[in-house]
């Protein structure tokens, strides 16, 4: 078998064995002569032996590009022979046009935090309406549980997780069920802790820093070798593991003056890998920047990322349902129903505007006629937007099920790709907080201080003694999903709305529709209503507390308009015109006579012919 690694800087390198065959004698690597910085030897080897690398005579470190880490951050790696794993269901891929994704994390969406246990809830999935699921990241990270963005080993899987075979497994069985699967990675930064690869070379520049020190070397000398780190790791996970897409945490941290960035040239990578084994694949980029060229073609100058994140929905959507204005939330709650309605229709609220929250104009206008709609993902919560907050409470905390059957309703009829969290669609009231298991007391206790710091800043409000300690494994606890809610009231209702609304996503061709002249938005920002128009259907939601809501609807009830209510919350009722409902909650009236839909506080109805 090869062994390899990248160490330019290292004078003599050794594979020295461990675990069973800790006693055989080291191997010597040999400079590559066709690589420079490059080492290998070929030595007898097999599934499950573990290893690490000695550099210079010093302490053994765990293989860079190592699968599987059993012992951990830091420890050796382990042999993984990725033909050895059989695939029980072929699998012809999902593409991105059409997906709803389900963000889940694997470590608290069942008490048992193992890719298996979650692999027995994804029947859960395929029945609700779920095209893929957003496995949030995988890679080893200090200690069991954690939110996985402190990983330190880019290729390899989280051992109490299930290891490399679990996750194979997982979307084995996803794909069993017709379920694609993404997987959150983080390229911007690695964990600080059992990290080896500052000792094997210049993977780290002070030539940029990131809020977590040091950035990737992604332009500067030795930066090559650490590109193609990172690339390989990307089409490691597309290949070896057969997932379906990747989301790229935060790109707006990846510092790269070269060219071409490393974003396209990851694009590309995956575009090429995609047609080599004949199924779609797709990038799915965390930004901050609301700049169009994350998705522009790269024959036009952009980064030819598939899709990416749209906080701006997410914000204007929470600051109409909360009232919520601290923080980051305060450029949209102005008016957030007319923050609401320009994201529906144009994508990004700040497309060059100014942001009082950073002091300086933001973003660029997004052409949706250039940019198909779905190349946007739309939610009303995520884990950043839930365990970033204080006492990791989601939505369902503080809002009543009307309106949360509003927020479902206007998520999953935009003409964005939407993308529920886990638990969301019940209404799940189990908080989700940010929970860590440091094995370095030090590092503890620093991001302790360090959470206490972005809380205050956020001015979450309450007591900082009540805030949830990140390394209490109560925190953990308190954060896994109650699978006993989905069938107690009003969570199973809740549910069978989802349920509802994703079944007409999948069968009404207007909800999925990107063009952009198809969709409009009507609003009243004093008396809380919003009517969205998708082609011939209408989605109107009414979010205020004790009034009833004259939502105008073109055409609704007049003489041969053939508008009927599809689905509704509360329930829509039956009129003399013919109009019936096909799913509601009771209480709802359908348009009169007149064209106005008087809809009651905290409900929504959608609207076809």
């Known amino acids: 078998m090869l062994f390899e690694v990248w160490a330019p800087g290292a004078g003599r390198v050794a594979l020295q064995w461990a675990g069973d065959r800790a006693g055989e004698p080291p191997a010597v690597l040999e400079r590559d002569p066709g690589r420079a910085g490059w ?76 890719f298996r246990a979650a692999a027995a809830r994804l029947r859960h999935l395929a029945d609700l309406g779920i095209t893929h699921v957003s496995l949030m990241p995988v890679c080893p990270f200090p200690g069991d549980h954690g939110w996985g963005y402190d990983g330190i080993a880019p290729w390899a899987v989280h051992e109490p997780y299930g290891g490399p075979d679990g996750l194979k497994e997982f979307v084995d069985a996803a794909h069993g069920h017709g379920l694609g699967v993404v997987l959150d990675v983080v390229h911007n930064h690695l964990g600080p802790s059992g990290n080896p690869l500052p000792a094997y070379g210049p993977y780290f520049t002070e030539t940029h820093h990131t809020p977590w020190g040091a950035a990737v070397n992604l332009d500067a000398p030795g930066s090559a070798e650490v590109r193609g780190y990172f690339l390989g790791s990307a089409l490691s996970w597309l290949r070896d593991f057969r997932l379906d897409g990747l989301r ?31 199924r779609p694949l797709f990038l799915v980029a965390e930004s901050d920047l609301n700049d169009p060229g994350t998705t522009a073609p790269r024959s036009e100058g952009g980064h030819g990322l598939h899709a990416q994140w749209n906080d701006d929905f997410h914000h204007s959507l929470h600051t109409a349902l909360t009232g919520e204005s601290q923080g980051y939330y305060a450029d949209f709650a102005r008016a957030p129903l007319a923050a609401l309605a320009k994201t529906l229709t144009g994508g ?15 973003g660029a ?21 839930i365990g970033n907050r204080a006492l990791g409470d989601r939505l369902a905390a503080g809002l009543s099920p009307g309106l949360l059957a509003c927020a ?20 799940a009231t189990t908080p989700w907080q940010y929970f860590t298991s440091h094995t370095d007391p030090e590092l503890a206790e620093a991001v302790r201080a ?3 710091r972005e809380f205050a800043a956020h001015d979450w409000g309450g007591r ?51 063009d952009p002249r198809h969709t409009a938005v009507r609003f009243d920002e004093r008396a809380r209503w919003l009517l969205l128009r998708r082609g011939p259907l209408r989605v109107a939601v009414n979010l205020a507390r004790d009034t009833a809501a004259a939502v105008p609807v073109d055409g609704a009830g007049r003489a041969g308009s053939g508008l009927r209510a599809l689905a509704g919350w509360p329930g829509a009722g039956r009129a003399g015109s013919g109009l019936r409902a096909l799913a509601g909650w009771p209480g709802a009236v359908l348009p009169g006579a007149d064209g106005v839909l008087r809809l009651p506080p905290e409900s929504a109805v959608v609207l076809g012919p």
């Open 365 to 385: 206008p997004l052409d949706l006629r250039a940019t198909p709609a779905y190349r946007l993902l739309a939610y009303a919560q995520t884990h950043d937007q």
């Open 464 to 514: 900082a003694e009540d805030w949830p300690d990140p390394q209490d494994s109560a925190t953990r606890d308190r954060s896994v999903l109650d699978w006993a809610q989905p069938a107690r009231e009003p969570h199973a209702t809740l549910l069978a709305w989802h349920r509802t609304l994703l079944a007409l996503r999948r069968e009404l061709p207007p909800l999925t529709d990107p």
């Open 450 to 452: 360090g959470r206490r």
């Open 39 to 114: 080492w290998r030897t070929e030595a007898p080897a097999r599934d499950g032996d573990r290893y690490a690398f000695r550099l210079d005579d010093g302490p053994p470190l765990p293989d860079p590009r190592a699968v599987r880490l059993p012992e951990g951050p830091g420890g050796p790696g382990a042999v993984v022979e990725h033909d050895r794993f059989r695939w029980r269901h072929p699998w012809p891929g999902r593409p991105l046009p059409g997906a709803v994704l389900y963000e889940l994390h694997i470590g608290t969406f069942t008490p048992e935090g193992t």
């Open 248 to 278: 790229l945490d935060a790109v707006h941290a990846l510092h790269d003056d070269g060219t071409p960035h490393f974003l396209a040239e990851l694009s590309a990578a995956v575009d090429a890998l995609a047609g080599e084994l004949g």
């Open 348 to 362: 990004f609220f700040h497309d060059g505007t100014p942001s009082a929250f950073r002091g300086r104009a933001h």
């Open 408 to 427: 479902a309703a206007l998520v999953l009829c935009s003409p964005f790709t939407p993308m529920l969290f886990m638990g969301e669609e019940w209404g």
